[in-house]
């Protein structure tokens, strides 16, 4: 907990740090999101949160202040049409309202104030208010890589805006649906950034031939949450010959702790996942993560596609 406690006293100030200027870093985002560069790709769950909120444009700050490569965010639709940033179906962990986000309009949405953190019954009330996913996006344009993880149907549409603002190859869509089932959509293209979702109970008893079923779709990594550190290596091997990124959670699901060990022992997570050849680790505690990789500098595997 140590690490949590460093770097959470100063991560408002941070993250209402001035911007970035994005004509340095747009070319640099969109290799790294390319394929392997032989670095490990830090990806905060629902933005930098600590010491601010969850899915916030200061969760977003806060991860282009300290140089995170990527927020995964959440994406819904409210009864008015419009994206917003939210996890939850509905609105009651994270704000003052109650119900689900898709029978309120945007002004009846904003007009509610955002629960500190990860919200929840005793959280505190801030001054936030829910943001859209166009702010989102005009923040983290050539500052940050943005991990879209959309609720319900709003793929096409949340895609479709990253494309109109030039942000196309900034933008990882992931989903955990069959590659028939993505392949399958009428709007889809081979330049999109893909990343597929797949849970351990999918894997079976052949997960390399899973993991080739996607292939036609030409993911730039797959997301697959083992439930041991032993078992990401023959995946990490198989993906890079694909020139592709293994994507490993390190938080806290329902596989393992990951996320509470890492801050414990982090050589025992983090330095078994980056042996491993895991290429992105995605957690809540991407500052402490950071740190770990400044001084280990774990090296992996490059590729060109």
Same mark, same amino acid.
């Given at each position: 907990?140590t ?14 740090? @001035? ?7 747009? =070319?640099a985002?969109?290799?790294?999101? %390319? ?11 629902? *933005? ?18 300290? @140089? ?22 509905t609105?009651?962990?994270?704000t ?8 309120r309009t945007l ?5 509610? #104030? ?8 005793? %959280?505190? /009330? ?9 702010? +989102? ?15 319900a ?12 603002? *030039? ?5 990882? /869509?992931?989903s @955990?649906?069959?590659a ?5 959509? &009428?709007? #889809?293209?081979?330049?999109i ?6 849970? &351990?109970g999918r894997?079976?008893a052949? &997960? !390399?031939?899973?993991?080739? $079923?996607?292939?036609a ?9 083992v ?5 990401? =290596?023959? /995946? +990490? ?7 592709a990124?293994? #994507?490993?959670? $390190?938080?806290?699901?329902?596989? +393992? ?12 997570? #983090?330095?078994?996942m980056?042996?491993?050849?895991? @290429? %992105? ?6 500052? &402490?993560?950071?740190?770990w !990789? +400044?001084?280990?500098?774990?090296? !992996? ?5």
């Amino acid at each position: 907990m140590t690490l949590i406690k460093l770097f959470g006293a100063s991560l408002l100030a941070l993250s209402l740090s @001035g911007p970035v200027s994005a004509d340095d870093w747009t =070319k640099a985002l969109e290799r790294r999101l %390319a394929g392997p560069d032989g670095e490990v790709m830090v990806v905060a769950h629902r *933005g930098c949160w600590r010491g601010v909120s969850e899915n916030t444009l200061d969760a977003v700050r806060a991860c282009i202040a300290f @140089g995170v490569d990527m927020v995964e965010l959440d994406v819904r639709r409210t009864a008015d049409g419009q994206l917003v940033l939210m996890h939850d179906e509905t609105l009651d962990r994270m704000t003052d309202g109650q119900g689900p986000v898709a029978a309120r309009t945007l002004a009846e949405i904003q007009a509610l #104030w955002v629960k500190a953190e990860k919200g929840g019954p005793n %959280a505190a /009330l801030t001054d936030r208010r829910v943001p859209t996913y166009v702010e +989102a996006l005009d923040l983290a344009k050539g500052r940050i890589l943005i991990n879209v993880d959309a609720k319900a149907d709003v793929y096409e549409e949340a895609y479709r805006m990253a494309v109109a603002r *030039g942000m196309g190859d900034q933008v990882l /869509l992931k989903s @955990g649906e069959p590659a028939e089932v993505v392949l399958a959509q &009428p709007w #889809w293209s081979d330049k999109i950034r893909y990343n597929p979702n797949i849970q &351990p109970g999918r894997l079976g008893a052949d &997960p !390399l031939a899973v993991i080739d $079923s996607y292939k036609a779709l030409k993911p730039i990594g797959y997301e697959i949450n083992v439930k041991t550190i032993a078992a990401a =290596k023959p /995946l +990490a091997e198989h993906l890079h010959k694909a020139c592709a990124r293994l #994507w490993v959670n $390190s938080l806290n699901t329902r596989e +393992a702790a990951f996320d509470d060990q890492a801050l414990v022992d982090p050589d025992a997570v #983090w330095g078994a996942m980056t042996a491993a050849g895991v @290429g %992105a680790i995605q957690t809540d505690n991407p500052l &402490p993560l950071k740190a770990w !990789l +400044a001084v280990h500098r774990p090296k !992996l595997k490059s590729c060109k596609r």
